[in-house]
């Protein structure tokens, strides 16, 4: 059973910087498809970047230019760089791993963005 643990959320101001770290457990990480979500209160569940395998990379367009995803296979582990942050940028966000269309979630880690 694969457990995702994140971390890095907290509060911040406008304008400044988070590094999100989700380690992954067992052997299918290097296998599989990571990504990152986020939940703002009242609001849906949304997908902010995934990495694939290969590296490819998806942004939302909110975040474009601002947050970039990357892996470390030889940790089990992906990052969130989140750069010029935003007051529309904070929710609770969930790291997720998908492989053999079997998908699993992480408890989540809050990130606050106010001055």
């Known amino acids: 059973q694969v457990q995702l643990v994140e971390s890095g959320g907290g509060l911040v101001q406008p304008g400044g910087s988070l590094r999100l770290s989700c380690v992954a457990s067992g052997s299918i990480f290097s296998s599989s498809v990571m990504g990152w979500y986020r939940q703002a209160p009242g609001k849906q569940r949304e997908l902010v970047a995934s990495?694939?395998?290969?590296?490819?990379?998806n942004y939302v367009d909110s975040v474009k230019g601002r947050f970039t995803i990357s892996r470390d296979n030889a940790k089990n582990t992906v990052y969130l760089q989140m750069n010029s942050l935003k007051l529309e940028d904070t929710a609770v966000y969930y790291c997720?791993?998908?492989?053999?269309?079997?998908?699993?979630w992480g408890q989540g880690t809050q990130v606050t963005v106010s001055s």
């Open positions: 997720n791993l998908v492989f053999l269309a079997r998908r699993t």
């Open positions: 990495i694939t395998s290969g590296g490819s990379t």
